[in-house]
């Protein structure tokens, strides 16, 4: 534990049953599972890994190129590649069972069969702490945001992943969205314990050298500084459109952003793009975030969220 935790200041957060040491999580696909990062940052000072996008079956991803620098930030069209369920349970999970950390994890699946399946196989494990149901990638043909722009498939697949299991469930939404508030509203009323967002926001890039588009599949998701203060406004609209947790992400990459996104009503946090940056992020926000509270006398850092003044 670094010393510039101040020992006064009580860093946890409740998202739902689970209590978390710090409200400073990973972003789902940035962060692998963390064994990657292990060697930089001292992954139990997390407040909860969350990990890269499970599907039922392997799944490949799109073709390459799949990323682009842009302004402040990145477009990825990565796909969702992942092993499959199986896989990550003999290896990602069975590695996590050496780190005393919350595991979150992210499911995605092209039909509401296939989201039910994999917490169905992931039931049976006990390093799993909750899910977070992607509903929001843009990248994916059938499935993933399919589900997160309109109410009545979000409710759909939150529904039969709410009967699938007990353990928390967050279900992760779409900024591509005119009416954010309505899906939120939508998925708790189905049995979502929570909420996260927000998921990359749909963009795209053309190299004018080639006259081709940078991304192989033409358009992709923007992360990264670009989009915070488009993922502020939504935390705070949802925040005020549900009783349940949220967690806030989009562009953070420092302490002041951190704060920010609790202020707008965020009950956890979590870091993204800015891990390719700079791989102790994570740590640097923990560490200002218990800085910040010191500083101000402020005894808890929950008391942060919801308390912009208006
Ligand atoms: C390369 C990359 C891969 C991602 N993969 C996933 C994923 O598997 N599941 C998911 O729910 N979100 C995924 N995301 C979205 C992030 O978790 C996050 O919602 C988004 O990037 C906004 O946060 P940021 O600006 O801090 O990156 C991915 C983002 C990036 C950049």
């Not at 049953?17 to 409200?23: A, D, F, I, K, S």
């Not at 990565?78 to 005393?100: R, T, Y």
């Not at 899906?183 to 189905?190: N, P």
């Not at 992020?281 to 910040?292: Q, W």
Request: aromatic share 4%.
């Amino acid at each position: 534990m670094s010393g510039r935790v101040s020992h006064t200041v009580d860093m946890s957060v409740k998202l739902g049953e689970l209590t978390l040491r710090t409200p400073v999580l990973t972003a789902s696909g940035t962060f692998a599972s963390g064994r990657e990062f292990a060697d930089f940052i001292d992954l139990e000072r997390l407040g909860a890994v969350v990990t890269k996008g499970v599907s039922l079956e392997p799944w490949e991803g799109s073709p390459s190129p799949r990323i682009a620098e842009t302004p402040s930030g990145m477009l990825n069209s990565i796909g969702l590649q992942n092993p499959g369920v199986e896989a990550f349970c003999e290896d990602d999970l069975a590695w996590l069972s050496s780190v005393d950390v919350p595991v979150i994890v992210n499911v995605s699946g092209h039909t509401v069969l296939e989201y039910v399946s994999v917490i169905e196989r992931l039931e049976v494990e006990p390093r799993v702490d909750a899910y977070e149901i992607n509903i929001s990638c843009p990248n994916v043909d059938s499935g993933g945001m399919a589900f997160g722009t309109a109410c009545t498939p979000a409710e759909e697949v939150t529904r039969a992943c709410r009967a699938a299991t007990s353990r928390p469930l967050i279900v992760k939404l779409s900024p591509n969205v005119t009416d954010i508030a309505e899906i939120a509203r939508a998925v708790v009323a189905s049995g979502a314990d929570g909420v996260s967002l927000i998921n990359t926001l749909l963009g795209m890039a053309i190299d004018i050298r080639t006259f081709r588009p940078k991304l192989a599949r033409i358009v992709g998701g923007l992360s990264g500084p670009a989009i915070k203060p488009v993922a502020l406004r939504m935390v705070w609209q949802v925040a005020g459109a549900v009783d349940v947790p949220v967690i806030g992400m989009g562009g953070i990459t420092d302490t002041e952003d951190a704060v920010e996104f609790m202020l707008a009503g965020a009950t956890a946090i979590s870091v993204g793009t800015a891990n390719f940056v700079d791989p102790t992020t994570v740590m640097r926000v923990t560490d200002g975030l218990a800085e910040f509270c010191r500083t101000r006398s402020i005894a808890r850092v929950s008391n942060l969220t919801g308390a912009m003044r208006t």
